[in-house]
């Protein structure tokens, strides 16, 4: 059974920095495309960034040149190093497959950008 755990979110101050965790049971990021998706109050979950299998990137324009996500193969970890950031960052973001049929959803976490 697939389990996802993200972790790292938090409460920064517009400008700052944070990096969110993705660690999962029952997905080898090694050989699975994987992708961070957000979702702010009142609007649909959205794709952030993704990583493939063979190692490319993809990116939101809206977070294009301050978010790189990255891939942990040997801790099974995702990460997305997130810069520069603004008030419409915060959301709820969450990782998994980086197309359907999506695994079952973590608990995602909390970034709350704000002054």
């Known amino acids: 059974q697939v389990q996802l755990v993200e972790s790292g979110g938090g409460l920064v101050q517009p400008g700052g920095s944070l990096r969110l965790s993705c660690g999962a049971s029952g997905i080898i990021f090694s050989v699975t495309s994987m992708a961070w998706f957000r979702q702010a109050p009142g609007k649909q979950r959205e794709v952030v960034a993704t990583f493939s299998r063979a190692g490319t990137t993809w990116y939101a324009d809206s977070v294009k040149g301050r978010f790189t996500i990255s891939r942990d193969v040997v801790k099974n970890t995702l990460y997305l190093q997130m810069n520069s950031l603004k008030p419409e960052d915060t959301a709820v973001y969450y990782c998994?497959?980086?197309?359907?049929?999506?695994?079952?959803w973590g608990q995602g976490t909390q970034v709350t950008v704000s002054s």
């Open positions: 998994n497959i980086d197309q359907p049929p999506w695994s079952t």
